[in-house]
């Protein structure tokens, strides 16, 4: 199901992350969240990946502002991408007797076996950002629509590069998703452009310091490389320090992935071409009110399982109107 991103209230993005396994408060009244009935609070467990990624940050500060905004206690704690950990928090969701779990799973295969941990307890899950790679487990998969958003910065891309020259491509963690279907969408696109070579592609973990690093030795390897296509901003971001170390960030192109605040100043400031803003404020927000739905009722009230929402181009022209983090202003 695609959205168009609208005017989101990022409720509580300032809020202070607690990077916690542990319940928050008195949680003994909280039930399993599964059988439909109409009881309400008891503790929401929120797992994100690493909050010292402003877009993780923002994930669990709206969905914990949301989710008590609708009455129920709220927990955050990080798995910093890591099946183990990940595995320990969702157990500790379970003795803590969640009544839903919002995680943004840590690997596409390998957190699978979380999500079925969940499930057999009776917990609902709902995922947002990432997917896994099995249906039927969660009750909702809420995500970017990460091939619409490559596809358009990649088409702003090559307006900013040209349609000849060499690049190189930045490239997520592969055990998530995304990063193959962002990086399908750049090649859908560039393809088109035989005058283009890509020269290298470097696994950067959407890391900035794994980016400036990959960053240094592309220019060591190619210092003619006049783009560089990013599969978010982290790594983006790392690509431009190492370009202006090298004085060359007037000559190559970087573009990004996310719309973090960073990255949004470096639109403003010339640095970067432009970002893709994710919406994750938008569906952080939406996967708590589901959760209340199925908590409430049984269902999520979404038609689907897989819910995508549409990211928006942010280039010098809108920069101004994203007001909040991962927010667009109308």
């Given at each position: 199901?695609?959205?168009?991103?609208?005017?989101?209230?990022?409720?509580?993005?300032?809020?202070?992350?607690?990077?916690?396994?542990?319940?928050?408060?008195?949680?003994?009244?909280?039930?399993?969240?599964?059988?439909?009935?109409?009881?309400?609070?008891?503790?929401?467990?929120?797992?994100?990946?690493?909050?010292?990624?402003?877009?993780?940050?923002?994930?669990?500060?709206?969905?914990?502002?949301?989710?008590?905004?609708?009455?129920?206690?709220?927990?955050?704690?990080?798995?910093?991408?890591?099946?183990?950990?990940?595995?320990?928090?969702?157990?500790?969701?379970?003795?803590?007797?969640?009544?839903?779990?919002?995680?943004?799973?840590?690997?596409?295969?390998?957190?699978?076996?979380?999500?079925?941990?969940?499930?057999?307890?009776?917990?609902?899950?709902?995922?947002?950002?990432?997917?896994?790679?099995?249906?039927?487990?969660?009750?909702?998969?809420?995500?970017?629509?990460?091939?619409?958003?490559?596809?358009?910065?990649?088409?702003?891309?090559?307006?900013?590069?040209?349609?000849?020259?060499?690049?190189?491509?930045?490239?997520?963690?592969?055990?998530?998703?995304?990063?193959?279907?962002?990086?399908?969408?750049?090649?859908?696109?560039?393809?088109?452009?035989?005058?283009?070579?890509?020269?290298?592609?470097?696994?950067?973990?959407?890391?900035?310091?794994?980016?400036?690093?990959?960053?240094?030795?592309?220019?060591?390897?190619?210092?003619?490389?006049?783009?560089?296509?990013?599969?978010?901003?982290?790594?983006?971001?790392?690509?431009?320090?190492?370009?202006?170390?090298?004085?060359?960030l007037e000559q190559v192109k970087v573009g990004g992935f996310d719309g973090s605040p960073d990255a949004i100043d470096a639109v403003k400031a010339g640095e970067l071409q432009y970002t893709v803003l994710q919406p994750v404020a938008t569906f952080a927000k939406e996967a708590v009110q589901?959760?209340?739905?199925?908590?409430?009722?049984?269902e999520t009230g979404a038609s689907e399982e897989k819910q995508a929402f549409d990211c928006v181009l942010i280039t010098k022209e809108n920069a101004d109107q994203v007001t909040e983090p991962f927010t667009l202003s109308e």
């Amino acid at each position: 199901m695609n959205r168009k991103l609208a005017t989101v209230l990022a409720a509580g993005a300032g809020l202070t992350l607690v990077l916690s396994g542990c319940a928050s408060g008195d949680t003994s009244d909280a039930g399993s969240g599964a059988s439909g009935d109409a009881a309400e609070g008891g503790l929401i467990s929120i797992i994100v990946n690493d909050p010292s990624n402003p877009y993780w940050q923002t994930e669990g500060n709206v969905a914990e502002a949301e989710a008590k905004a609708l009455g129920y206690e709220a927990n955050v704690a990080a798995s910093k991408g890591d099946t183990n950990t990940e595995s320990n928090l969702i157990d500790t969701a379970i003795t803590n007797k969640s009544v839903a779990i919002i995680l943004d799973p840590a690997n596409a295969s390998g957190s699978v076996g979380a999500v079925k941990k969940a499930d057999a307890a009776g917990i609902p899950v709902i995922l947002v950002n990432a997917e896994i790679n099995e249906t039927g487990l969660a009750k909702a998969q809420l995500v970017s629509n990460n091939a619409q958003g490559a596809a358009l910065g990649a088409q702003q891309w090559v307006k900013d590069v040209g349609d000849s020259g060499s690049y190189a491509e930045l490239f997520g963690a592969p055990s998530d998703n995304n990063a193959q279907t962002r990086s399908n969408g750049y090649a859908t696109v560039i393809s088109q452009y035989p005058g283009l070579t890509e020269v290298a592609e470097q696994v950067a973990n959407w890391d900035r310091t794994q980016g400036h690093d990959k960053m240094q030795s592309i220019l060591q390897a190619n210092p003619d490389v006049t783009g560089v296509i990013s599969g978010n901003d982290e790594m983006a971001l790392g690509a431009i320090a190492a370009l202006k170390e090298a004085g060359k960030l007037e000559q190559v192109k970087v573009g990004g992935f996310d719309g973090s605040p960073d990255a949004i100043d470096a639109v403003k400031a010339g640095e970067l071409q432009y970002t893709v803003l994710q919406p994750v404020a938008t569906f952080a927000k939406e996967a708590v009110q589901q959760a209340d739905s199925y908590i409430r009722t049984g269902e999520t009230g979404a038609s689907e399982e897989k819910q995508a929402f549409d990211c928006v181009l942010i280039t010098k022209e809108n920069a101004d109107q994203v007001t909040e983090p991962f927010t667009l202003s109308e």
